[in-house]
């Protein structure tokens, strides 16, 4: 692409104007928004609505104006909420987004067929359109050519482009064809009409009316309202023809379409406009036969199709749970090492450990996700943009399906194995609302690394390391874990699929793309836009409940333990030296931790619950741990150590020995077989994340879900292990 830099003082803000980019899904449409805006984008929600709203800056010659990336639709008959807001901002209808100046329209050269669909009902919104015909290369590759002349001309004069997004080629063109069209005058209302049947219903309502700008009414709403029951211009219209507008309608639907029902009068009108033109606008000439092509064939069949998917899944699982580890323990061993760097700078008291196990510790709970969420949205990113995503999406359809799910659920959920914070931002895939919620509100059942220390530390200290057959032991116990967590997923997707989630099953209409090789500079950007979409958001509430738990567990500080602390230390210098000492000294600070947060609004929070968590056979000492475990459950075995004196830094053979070791004040054991199995299954159903609470508002846009989803897995974790506690205490 052509850059030309423009003195500051020359680039002015075309004030109102607003170009709205559309297409279908697949079609190359997010490659060209951002080829266009480059990092000039901001990314919020449409109000009252969890579709995301993507905004950026274009420059045209010396202006910019804004670009809006409108949610892939393959019409203008909605039939999702992404859908459904791409039309409503079409329409002028959504509150904050004005009436685009012009429409952008990005279609497949190589799916023309399909995505003249779409171009015949923008093209009667009688705005300046221009047609931007991506994969090029492809078409060129494939012996496609298109009359682009004579495609502008059908189209009742919108200006037409050929470009290749991720190289740039045919980018100035489409500039100059841009700024052309904000210049343009639309008419007052639509005056070209591929179906002139339905343009003549709607003109004749239109008569019955008058005036339809004191009715706030155009023709377009008019006739979607005859073919899809637009709620909000069948309010217009029966404000507009009074009592009779019901009767209106329907005799005017049935004199268009008889008794065949509207959508499908409509599709068979257009597709029959496209067949007629389609021959002098696209030409074709056999290929022959290649080896890529030979390969995507062969990929295509099921047997192998289903192999690659398996094997595509296990390395993405790898990925996200084993090569973001190391970054991971970088940025804790770093958050540590700043900790500790304050603390040892700063004079002992409340702004060092405000500082270091508030704040720092607060920032680092949220930056530690970082690498996990950059490397699934990296695979879900290139499988997206080589055009494998669909194709997977599609194979595991009607497995998904018996769980009330669709092929699209499948990654986001293996993906919860690693982390569900952003296996939930990766359901942004799923078009369908009613199947996107409920596969948020499955993935956290499936275990999650977070679950695993605490796994590790019980299993180790409480199941015996024995054989059962072939299988050891608690390696049979981790796996059942597992395994309990996704019968919980599907058990709750199945349900709200056919109570709280339950409508019509969506149609899952797939256009496979062709491959192709991603663009490193979009795959870049989206990295970047997802980073920096959660650390401003989910990040921000993290952050906070981190240092609301620090804030529990630190306030009120007792004199007399630090007192008692003091003498301890002294005489313990008085009497010894080396190691001893330092050994001595660790722990009188960890005797001194404990007791701390014994009398501590957190430790007494966990004396005040536990009368609800003595039917589970948790003390105070467990109830604390839970509740301090909130904003993340790896901290509990932290949370343990101090609590039985061990320390933050706990060794898990040293705590293991403090837990088997705890007792009630009538000499029993705490810790039996019963309670740990309990409390194992306690873990593996209770959501207790911040992270993941919070990022379910963010994405459903709405604080009912993810309370719903607390109160519903915290509930169900409750029961099991009140069930295994009693069963096996009796």
Same mark, same amino acid.
């Given at each position: ?224 309202? /005859? *073919? =899809?029951?637009?709620? $909000? !211009?069948?309010?217009? +219209?029966? &404000? @507009? ?88 323990? /970088? *940025? =804790?061993?770093?958050? $540590? !090492?700043?900790?500790? +760097?304050? &603390? @040892? ?386």
């Amino acid at each position: 692409m052509v850059s030309v830099a423009v003195p500051i003082d020359q680039v002015t803000v075309a004030r109102g104007k607003t170009i709205a980019l559309i297409g279908n899904p697949n079609s190359g449409k997010s490659t060209v928004f951002n080829r266009l805006t480059g990092l000039r984008q901001k990314t919020a929600n449409y109000p009252g609505v969890t579709v995301e709203k993507r905004i950026g800056r274009l420059q045209l010659e010396n202006s910019l104006v804004d670009l809006i990336d409108l949610p892939g639709t393959y019409s203008l008959s909605p039939g999702s909420d992404d859908e459904r807001i791409a039309v409503e901002v079409l329409l002028g209808r959504v509150a904050g987004t004005p009436l685009p100046d012009a429409i952008l329209a990005v279609v497949d050269v190589t799916r023309l067929y399909q995505g003249l669909y779409l171009l015949e009902q923008l093209a009667e919104l009688d705005r300046p359109m221009v047609v931007a015909l991506t994969m090029t290369d492809a078409a060129i590759r494939h012996h496609i050519q298109v009359d682009t002349e004579e495609l502008s001309r059908r189209l009742g004069g919108a200006q037409v482009c050929t470009i290749i997004a991720p190289t740039g080629h045919g980018m100035p063109a489409l500039h100059k064809a841009l700024t052309n069209a904000l210049s343009a005058e639309p008419g007052k209302h639509a005056g070209v009409s591929f179906w002139p049947k339905l343009r003549e219903a709607a003109t004749d309502i239109a008569a019955q009316i008058g005036d339809l700008d004191a009715a706030d009414l155009t023709i377009i709403e008019i006739e979607r309202a /005859l *073919i =899809d029951n637009d709620q $909000s !211009a069948r309010e217009k +219209l029966a &404000a @507009a023809l009074g009592d009779g507008a019901e009767t209106i309608v329907e005799n005017t639907r049935k004199q268009l379409c008889g008794e065949e029902p509207p959508l499908a009068a409509e599709a068979r009108a257009r597709y029959r406009w496209i067949q007629e033109v389609l021959p002098s606008i696209q030409t074709s000439t056999p290929r022959q036969t290649r080896l890529g092509t030979t390969i995507v064939d062969w990929i295509n069949r099921p047997f192998p199709a289903t192999l690659l998917f398996l094997l595509l899944m296990a390395v993405v699982f790898q990925a996200v749970f084993a090569w973001a580890t190391p970054l991971m323990n /970088l *940025i =804790d061993a770093g958050t $540590s !090492a700043l900790g500790g +760097l304050v &603390a @040892a700078t700063l004079p002992e008291g409340m702004l060092s450990s405000l500082i270091a196990d508030g704040i720092i510790a607060g920032v680092g709970s949220v930056i530690i996700f970082l690498p996990q969420i950059l490397i699934l949205f990296l695979f879900i990113i290139v499988m997206e943009d080589t055009g494998y995503l669909a194709r997977a999406a599609f194979l595991v359809d009607r497995a998904m399906r018996s769980v009330g799910l669709s092929g699209q659920s499948v990654i986001p959920l293996l993906s919860s194995f690693a982390c569900a914070v952003p296996a939930i931002m990766a359901t942004r895939v799923i078009p369908n609302r009613r199947d996107r919620i409920a596969t948020i509100l499955a993935a956290p059942f499936m275990t999650c690394s977070a679950r695993l220390p605490v796994y590790a530390l019980l299993i180790a200290a409480f199941v015996p390391n024995s054989s059962v057959g072939p299988l050891n032991l608690q390696g049979v116990v981790l796996f059942g874990l597992y395994m309990l967590g996704v019968f919980g997923g599907l058990t709750t997707a199945f349900m709200l699929k056919r109570t709280a989630l339950k409508g019509p099953k969506p149609a899952f209409v797939l256009a496979l793309p062709e491959f192709h090789i991603p663009n490193p500079r979009t795959v870049l950007m989206k990295l970047l836009d997802r980073a920096r979409v959660f650390l401003r958001r989910a990040g921000t509430v993290i952050f906070t409940v981190a240092v609301i738990v620090w804030a529990l567990a630190y306030f009120p500080r007792s004199a007399d333990i630090e007192s008692q602390r003091q003498v301890a230390e002294s005489q313990a210098i008085a009497t010894l030296a080396g190691e001893p000492l330092e050994a001595a000294i660790a722990d009188i600070e960890n005797e001194a931790a404990a007791a701390h947060l014994a009398q501590s609004w957190l430790g007494r929070a966990g004396r005040f619950v536990e009368p609800v968590f003595l039917p589970l056979g948790w003390d105070w000492r467990v109830s604390a741990a839970v509740i301090a475990g909130f904003p993340a459950r790896e901290v509990v075995v932290a949370v343990l150590g101090t609590i039985y004196a061990v320390g933050a830094e706990a060794e898990e053979a040293t705590l293991a020995e403090r837990l088997s070791a705890a007792q009630w004040p009538d000499g029993s054991p705490i810790y039996t077989l019963p309670m740990v199995l309990g409390l194992l299954v306690f873990y593996a159903w209770c959501l207790q994340c911040a992270a993941t609470l919070a990022i379910i508002k963010r994405e459903t846009n709405s604080w009912r879900w993810p309370i719903f989803a607390w109160s519903y897995m915290t509930s169900a974790g409750y029961l099991g292990a009140l069930m295994l506690f009693q069963l096996g205490t009796a």
